[in-house]
C-alpha cells in the first residue's frame, strides 16, 4: 500500500494484527507457513481460474521466469491474499509479479 506524505499510514498495532492473523491462516490451511509449501500444494491452495492461469503463463514467457520463479511468485500472491483475507486474485499475481520485477531492474542496477 503506498502512502502519500499527506495520508495517514496504517498504525503499527493493525499491521501487526494483519500479520498474525495472516500467519495463523497459513498454518491453519496446511500446519506450515506459505514458505514451506510445495509447488503442488502451492497450486492446489491457489486454485487459479483458467484465465489467471493463461495471464501467468504469459507473465513467465515475457519476464522468462524459471518454474521456481513461478511458485515464489504464486507464494507472494498467495501471502498478499493472506493479508487482505482472500483468495488469491489477479491484482494479488500482478502485485507479486511487480515485486519479480522491480527485484530484477534493482539487482541490475546494483550490479554495473
Known amino acids: 500500500m503506498l502512502v502519500n506524505a499527506d495520508e495517514e499510514g496504517e ?20 500446519g506450515v507457513q506459505n514458505a514451506q509449501l510445495s509447488g503442488r500444494q502451492l497450486e492446489a491452495i491457489c486454485a487459479l481460474s483458467q ?21 515464489r511468485v504464486l507464494k507472494v500472491a498467495l501471502t498478499l491474499a493472506d493479508l487482505n483475507d482472500s483468495p488469491v ?23 554495473s
Open 11 to 30: 498504525c503499527s498495532d493493525s499491521v501487526r494484527q494483519r500479520v498474525e492473523l495472516a500467519v495463523a491462516r497459513q498454518r491453519a490451511r496446511q
Open 89 to 111: 486474485t489477479r491484482a494479488h499475481l500482478m502485485e507479486s509479479l511487480s515485486y519479480r520485477k522491480m527485484e530484477k531492474t534493482l539487482s541490475m542496477a546494483v550490479s
Open 51 to 71: 484465465e489467471d492461469k493463461q495471464f501467468m503463463q504469459q507473465a513467465l514467457e515475457k519476464l522468462k521466469l524459471s518454474a521456481r520463479a513461478y511458485h
